[in-house]
């Protein structure tokens, strides 16, 4: 491969002026610099990032930690942190953690020892401020999940305000007996359990079930299978989670019932197959865009200044309503 001195020879400069042309840090003439770039094209020449990091004690790269890569919400938070980390120069190390702790640590273990600049993290249940890596310096912003802190940004969605419009919008729509599916892998659930609780506590109604699962779509097949065999089964069914919506809705059809004439269906995060069926699917749609650009935002500022006072951003949802709540 090329080095640096081959583009210092092809382009007749010192090897001083290509790295204040890689570097852009210092004033460099335009004829001198068209040159060196023109070099650096024609070689194909890729700088050795691991060498400069460690000159500048600064990482080009940063993490992200998600609890499940297959969940259309975190896809889209990637390409979003993706997309506005490219801008800035900087490459993104994914890491999945499937709500392991185990997981979890190794890949934050992982993301220490390679020196990234700074993590974008979605905690598991288990995941405690006080563990070692949180408190090294490592820059970290949360992200969709509630950790008692006062060390890290966080971004949040209103989850409470959500699910309770989204219940809401079930009763005043002519449902009575709504049970709800709640993801059990974080304070995401929990919040979103409240809402659903509190929008029909107020309208003198009570859930016809309660059930937290694992956020998996097998888990939400499963449940809504047993709440529909069952003889006074729901009117409809609220999910906290785009996974437990895709169970429950081929749970539905398995069941030979017609959504939303036997039994109504909504959820969160939009999904292409939640537009794409019929009838498609009523949710909230979080700001996943806003989200990921929000946090990688907040983590720049945090590494550019570590002294500063945390920050927490608390977005609002969306609720698109469509043919799956219909008024009975």
Not at 15 to 44: F, G, K, Y
Not at 155 to 161: C, E, K, T
Not at 180 to 191: H, Q, R
Not at 215 to 239: N, S, W
Request: glycine share 6%.
């Amino acid at each position: 491969m090329p080095s640096i001195k081959d583009v210092a020879k092809k382009a007749g400069v010192s090897t001083a002026t290509v790295s204040r042309v890689l570097a852009n840090n210092a004033p460099v003439r335009t004829e001198t610099r068209e040159r060196v770039m023109q070099a650096i094209e024609e070689l194909d020449y890729r700088p050795n990032l691991i060498a400069r990091s460690l000159r500048s004690q600064k990482s080009a790269k940063i993490g992200l930690v998600v609890s499940d890569i297959r969940n259309p919400f975190f896809t889209a938070i990637g390409r979003a942190v993706e997309d506005a980390a490219y801008e800035q120069g900087y490459s993104v190390l994914m890491c999945n953690t499937d709500e392991n702790p185990e997981k979890e640590k190794m890949y934050l273990n992982i993301l220490h020892d390679e020196s990234v600049a700074g993590v974008i993290f979605s905690p598991t249940h288990q995941f405690s401020t006080s563990t070692e890596k949180f408190n090294s310096g490592m820059p970290f912003v949360i992200i969709d999940r509630t950790v008692k802190t006062e060390k890290a940004d966080m971004v949040l969605l209103d989850n409470f305000s959500a699910a309770y419009e989204l219940a809401s919008h079930l009763v005043e729509n002519g449902y009575r007996k709504i049970a709800g599916l709640f993801g059990n892998a974080s304070t995401t659930g929990k919040d979103r359990q409240r809402g659903f609780q509190e929008a029909l506590q107020e309208r003198n109604l009570k859930p016809a079930a309660v059930h937290f699962v694992e956020p998996r779509i097998k888990h939400g097949y499963d449940m809504t299978v047993e709440l529909l065999t069952q003889a006074d089964r729901p009117d409809a069914i609220f999910t906290s989670n785009s996974l437990l919506t895709a169970g429950a809705f081929q749970a539905i059809r398995d069941c030979n019932l017609t959504v939303p004439d036997e039994v109504a269906l909504v959820g969160f995060d939009e999904t292409t197959w939640g537009a794409l069926v019929d009838p498609p699917i009523t949710l909230i749609v979080q700001p996943t865009e806003e989200i990921g650009r929000t946090a990688t935002e907040l983590l720049f500022q945090r590494i550019a200044e570590g002294e500063r006072a945390p920050k927490t951003v608390i977005l609002k949802g969306k609720m698109l309503v469509r043919g799956s709540s219909a008024p009975r």
